[in-house]
């Protein structure tokens, strides 16, 4: 228990830091938006029961409904057709939810080129520096898109050809499910592929290799900026919605100060 006490302490003393990587979730958060005839997941709303009035006098609540995969999310291997057999949302182990992290900052190559892909050769680069990726931990890949994120056109960046926003090349997602270590990736985006990955082989390589492997995805994080490369520990709660596909996510990482 001395463990736990000492966490807490250090959370309590600033020791510790807790930062919310979550995106505040609204009617005006940026939803992903497929073409036509693909069917398209609802945006956030909120339609309130009662607040302290005839129909509750001492209460206040609402009915809300959303998408599995609205704001900032968790995707569960069974979203994918190369994952169908594998975990939904509420079979994911909870000590999976707590995990280390590391940040790969590719946000100045973003900025200059919005369809910039994290290739294999840039992951090795940096573990060459930073050391190996962690075992059964998250990858969250900085590119500097939630500063986007409050505005829906702003934050899908399409035009006539598509989307354009940064993400990951096809060789770069096998390779990070087939030959690393780590539990699953983390983006900024409003998904875990590229803007323009309906065009890559295989098409939304991320959602395919990584969700395929049994790994998992999060995604539109903010506050990436905040972590160091290495070092934080971050915990992800989705809802555990029997027979889903993915959930809205609290994701929260601690870093020592």
């Not at 000492?6 to 510790?16: F, H, Q, T």
């Not at 958060?29 to 607040?51: C, N, V």
């Not at 926003?165 to 699953?184: D, F, H, K, Q, V």
Request: charged share 20%.
């Amino acid at each position: 228990m001395s463990v736990l006490r000492d966490l807490v302490d250090g959370i309590r003393g600033g020791g510790i830091e807790v930062l919310d990587l979550t995106a505040p979730l609204s009617e005006k958060t940026p939803i992903l938006s497929l073409p036509e005839p693909f069917g398209q997941t609802a945006p956030f709303s909120m339609r309130e029961i009662s607040r302290y009035d005839d129909r509750g006098p001492a209460w206040y609540w609402n009915n809300f409904t959303t998408g599995e995969h609205t704001g900032t999310h968790f995707d569960a291997p069974v979203h994918w057709v190369t994952g169908r057999d594998g975990e939904d949302v509420s079979q994911v182990a909870p000590a999976k939810l707590i995990a280390p992290a590391v940040v790969l900052d590719f946000s100045a190559q973003s900025a200059a080129d919005p369809d910039f892909l994290l290739e294999v050769d840039h992951v090795k680069t940096w573990e060459a520096e930073h050391g190996p990726l962690p075992d059964g931990g998250w990858l969250l890949y900085r590119t500097g898109w939630d500063a986007r994120a409050h505005d829906q056109a702003e934050f899908l960046n399409a035009d006539e050809t598509g989307p354009h926003t940064p993400g990951i090349s096809p060789a770069c997602a096998r390779y990070l499910a087939e030959e690393t270590p780590i539990a699953g990736i983390g983006v900024e985006t409003v998904g875990t592929d590229a803007g323009a990955a309906h065009s890559f082989d295989p098409a939304f390589p991320c959602h395919s290799y990584l969700l395929g492997a049994g790994k998992y995805g999060l995604t539109q994080l903010r506050n990436l900026d905040r972590l160091p490369p290495t070092g934080a520990v971050v915990i992800a709660g989705p809802l555990p919605i029997v027979g889903g596909s993915g959930s809205p996510v609290r994701v929260l990482a601690l870093v020592e100060r």
